[in-house]
Protein backbone atom coordinates (compact mmCIF):
# COMPACT_ATOMS: atom_id res chain seq x y z
CA UNK A 1 0.00 0.00 0.00
CA UNK A 2 2.81 2.18 0.43
CA UNK A 3 4.17 1.57 -2.55
CA UNK A 4 6.89 -0.98 -1.99
CA UNK A 5 7.11 -4.24 -2.70
CA UNK A 6 7.02 -7.38 -0.04
CA UNK A 7 10.91 -6.91 0.54
CA UNK A 8 11.24 -3.16 1.10
CA UNK A 9 11.73 -2.19 -2.03
CA UNK A 10 10.38 0.76 -3.73
CA UNK A 11 7.53 -0.85 -6.66
CA UNK A 12 5.76 1.04 -9.43
CA UNK A 13 2.61 0.03 -9.47
CA UNK A 14 -0.27 1.98 -10.37
CA UNK A 15 -0.91 5.55 -9.27
CA UNK A 16 -4.11 4.71 -7.99
CA UNK A 17 -2.83 2.86 -5.14
CA UNK A 18 -2.08 6.07 -3.89
CA UNK A 19 -5.33 7.38 -3.78
CA UNK A 20 -7.01 3.94 -2.77
CA UNK A 21 -4.15 4.30 0.34
CA UNK A 22 -5.45 7.40 1.42
CA UNK A 23 -9.44 6.13 0.70
CA UNK A 24 -8.64 3.54 3.06
CA UNK A 25 -7.10 5.31 6.08
CA UNK A 26 -10.44 7.26 5.50
CA UNK A 27 -12.62 4.23 6.01
CA UNK A 28 -10.49 3.30 8.66
CA UNK A 29 -10.97 6.24 10.41
CA UNK A 30 -15.02 5.96 10.22
CA UNK A 31 -15.64 2.30 10.88
CA UNK A 32 -13.01 2.18 14.03
CA UNK A 33 -13.30 4.09 17.21
CA UNK A 34 -10.94 6.90 17.36
CA UNK A 35 -11.27 10.51 18.27
CA UNK A 36 -12.65 13.50 16.73
CA UNK A 37 -15.71 11.62 14.83
CA UNK A 38 -18.76 13.42 14.38
CA UNK A 39 -22.42 12.20 13.13
CA UNK A 40 -24.03 14.32 10.35
CA UNK A 41 -27.27 13.41 9.16
CA UNK A 42 -26.85 9.75 10.80
CA UNK A 43 -23.20 9.13 8.92
CA UNK A 44 -19.95 9.54 10.19
CA UNK A 45 -17.36 11.46 9.76
CA UNK A 46 -14.19 12.12 11.22
CA UNK A 47 -11.43 15.45 11.14
CA UNK A 48 -9.90 15.66 8.10
CA UNK A 49 -6.27 16.11 10.83
CA UNK A 50 -7.26 13.15 13.13
CA UNK A 51 -6.41 11.37 9.83
CA UNK A 52 -2.98 11.33 10.16
CA UNK A 53 -2.97 9.72 13.43
CA UNK A 54 -5.17 7.26 12.08
CA UNK A 55 -2.62 6.30 8.81
CA UNK A 56 -0.05 5.85 11.60
CA UNK A 57 -1.92 3.08 13.68
CA UNK A 58 -2.02 1.55 10.09
CA UNK A 59 1.16 1.65 9.54
CA UNK A 60 0.95 3.50 6.06
CA UNK A 61 2.18 6.56 4.61
CA UNK A 62 0.40 9.73 4.65
CA UNK A 63 0.86 13.01 3.58
CA UNK A 64 -1.86 15.61 5.02
CA UNK A 65 -0.18 18.93 3.53
CA UNK A 66 -0.90 19.51 -0.13
CA UNK A 67 -1.05 15.72 -1.27
CA UNK A 68 -3.93 14.43 0.98
CA UNK A 69 -5.84 17.89 0.52
CA UNK A 70 -5.52 16.78 -3.45
CA UNK A 71 -6.41 13.25 -3.19
CA UNK A 72 -9.03 13.78 -1.41
CA UNK A 73 -10.45 16.48 -3.75
CA UNK A 74 -10.04 14.40 -6.54
CA UNK A 75 -12.25 11.77 -4.55
CA UNK A 76 -14.84 14.39 -4.07
CA UNK A 77 -15.00 15.49 -7.76
CA UNK A 78 -15.39 11.81 -8.40
CA UNK A 79 -18.35 11.44 -5.76
CA UNK A 80 -16.47 8.68 -3.31
CA UNK A 81 -16.19 11.08 -0.23
CA UNK A 82 -18.22 14.28 1.04
CA UNK A 83 -16.68 16.92 3.93
CA UNK A 84 -18.59 18.77 6.20
CA UNK A 85 -17.42 22.21 7.85
CA UNK A 86 -18.99 22.41 10.93
CA UNK A 87 -19.86 25.85 12.66
CA UNK A 88 -16.61 25.90 14.29
CA UNK A 89 -14.78 25.92 11.09
CA UNK A 90 -13.28 22.07 11.34
CA UNK A 91 -13.30 19.96 8.39
CA UNK A 92 -14.41 16.68 8.85
CA UNK A 93 -15.22 14.08 5.76
CA UNK A 94 -16.27 10.59 5.19
CA UNK A 95 -16.47 8.13 2.27
CA UNK A 96 -19.71 7.73 0.27
CA UNK A 97 -21.37 4.35 0.75
CA UNK A 98 -20.31 2.82 -3.11
CA UNK A 99 -16.75 4.23 -2.41
CA UNK A 100 -16.94 2.31 1.16
CA UNK A 101 -18.04 -0.96 -0.93
CA UNK A 102 -15.29 -0.24 -3.37
CA UNK A 103 -12.62 -0.40 -0.91
CA UNK A 104 -13.90 -2.99 0.92
CA UNK A 105 -13.71 -4.96 -2.29
CA UNK A 106 -10.01 -3.99 -2.90
CA UNK A 107 -8.55 -4.41 0.30
CA UNK A 108 -9.81 -8.32 -0.22
CA UNK A 109 -8.05 -8.38 -3.53
CA UNK A 110 -4.76 -6.59 -1.90
CA UNK A 111 -5.04 -9.18 0.55
CA UNK A 112 -4.90 -11.86 -2.53
CA UNK A 113 -2.17 -9.95 -4.28
CA UNK A 114 -0.03 -10.17 -1.08
CA UNK A 115 -0.58 -13.95 -0.74
CA UNK A 116 1.07 -13.72 -4.29
CA UNK A 117 3.90 -12.05 -3.96
CA UNK A 118 4.63 -13.68 -0.65
CA UNK A 119 4.23 -16.78 -2.84
CA UNK A 120 6.74 -15.94 -4.97
CA UNK A 121 8.35 -12.94 -4.95
CA UNK A 122 9.69 -12.82 -8.21
CA UNK A 123 6.95 -11.75 -9.44
CA UNK A 124 7.51 -8.43 -8.00
CA UNK A 125 10.46 -7.89 -9.90
CA UNK A 126 8.55 -6.40 -12.96
CA UNK A 127 7.04 -3.75 -11.13
CA UNK A 128 10.27 -2.77 -9.64
CA UNK A 129 12.04 -0.62 -12.99
CA UNK A 130 11.43 2.79 -13.51
CA UNK A 131 8.62 4.27 -15.56
CA UNK A 132 6.72 0.72 -14.69
CA UNK A 133 3.20 1.76 -14.29
CA UNK A 134 1.37 -1.83 -13.84
CA UNK A 135 2.59 -2.86 -16.39
CA UNK A 136 5.63 -5.29 -17.74
CA UNK A 137 9.29 -3.63 -18.38
CA UNK A 138 10.67 -3.49 -21.29
CA UNK A 139 11.91 -7.03 -22.38
CA UNK A 140 9.72 -9.03 -19.51
CA UNK A 141 7.55 -11.31 -21.05
CA UNK A 142 4.66 -13.41 -19.12
CA UNK A 143 6.03 -16.69 -18.10
CA UNK A 144 2.88 -17.84 -16.31
CA UNK A 145 -0.41 -17.65 -15.20
CA UNK A 146 0.48 -16.63 -11.53
CA UNK A 147 2.36 -13.43 -13.31
CA UNK A 148 -1.55 -12.97 -15.43
CA UNK A 149 -3.37 -13.21 -12.04
CA UNK A 150 -0.49 -10.60 -10.66
CA UNK A 151 -1.05 -8.38 -13.60
CA UNK A 152 -4.80 -8.62 -13.60
CA UNK A 153 -5.27 -8.24 -9.44
CA UNK A 154 -2.93 -5.03 -10.01
CA UNK A 155 -5.50 -4.07 -12.63
CA UNK A 156 -8.35 -4.10 -11.08
CA UNK A 157 -7.41 -2.50 -8.02
CA UNK A 158 -6.08 0.70 -10.14
CA UNK A 159 -9.32 1.15 -11.46
Not at 14 to 24: E, G, P, T, V
Amino acid sequence: MNGNTTTGLKAKYSSNFKNLRYAIILLAGVVLPVDNTKEIQNTTFINYYTLDKVARMLGLEFDRTKVADKIFSELENKGKIKRAITDDSKTFITLTDKCKKECIENLDLLQILNKEFYSDPSLQMKYLYEDVEGTLAKGMTRHSEKELVVENLINRISS
